[in-house]
């Protein structure tokens, strides 16, 4: 029977590349002259310091910009409502999602069911299992989950015949 799996992952290395392009762009641009600033990147979580907490919100708009541009989706993004000020600095978190939420699944595997296509749906760890009679019925399954609005991210592996 066909089979594939429903994955949420980032890729780590374009990531990694957004990051440094960011952080070149923000040595080019006018308004980050003589601004003391830093990028961070470590275990999927990017931090953004900066002499202002405007200067942050736009290193984020900056980071969300370089990563459209490496094909790194942004609903990935998980931003700190909190931007934490110390001393004369303000730093902002940006985690990355990896992996499927148990909550998440839960709601895809319903939205699956209630689709009424002849599929089984079943979680295994941070992945989902989706297996059908007709290759059809397992692209329909992927378009409704690229269509459903659940603030994360898709990517589909493994199809088997």
């Keep these: 029977m066909p089979s594939f799996d429903i994955v949420s992952e980032v890729d780590a290395v374009e990531l990694k590349n957004a990051v440094e392009n960011t952080r070149r762009e923000m040595d080019g641009r006018f308004d980050f002259r003589g601004v003391e600033y830093s990028v961070d ?3 999927m979580v990017v931090i953004l310091r900066s002499e202002s907490d405007f200067q942050c919100r736009q290193m984020v708009d900056i980071l969300r910009g370089q990563l459209a541009k490496r094909n790194v989706d942004a609903k990935a993004m998980e931003v700190d409502d909190k931007i934490v000020h110390t001393g004369k600095t303000f730093a902002q978190n940006v ?5 499927i939420e148990q909550d998440v699944a839960k709601k895809l595997i319903k939205l699956i069911k209630d ?10 760890g941070d992945s989902i299992r989706v297996t059908g009679k007709k290759r059809d019925d397992l692209q329909a399954i992927m378009q409704l989950a690229r269509t459903s609005e659940l603030g994360q991210p898709f990517q589909f592996n493994n199809f088997r015949d």
């Design 95 to 99: 985690k990355f999602k990896q992996g």
């Design 115 to 124: 689709s009424k296509v002849k599929v089984q749906a079943q979680i295994q």
């Design 41 to 43: 990147f470590k275990d």
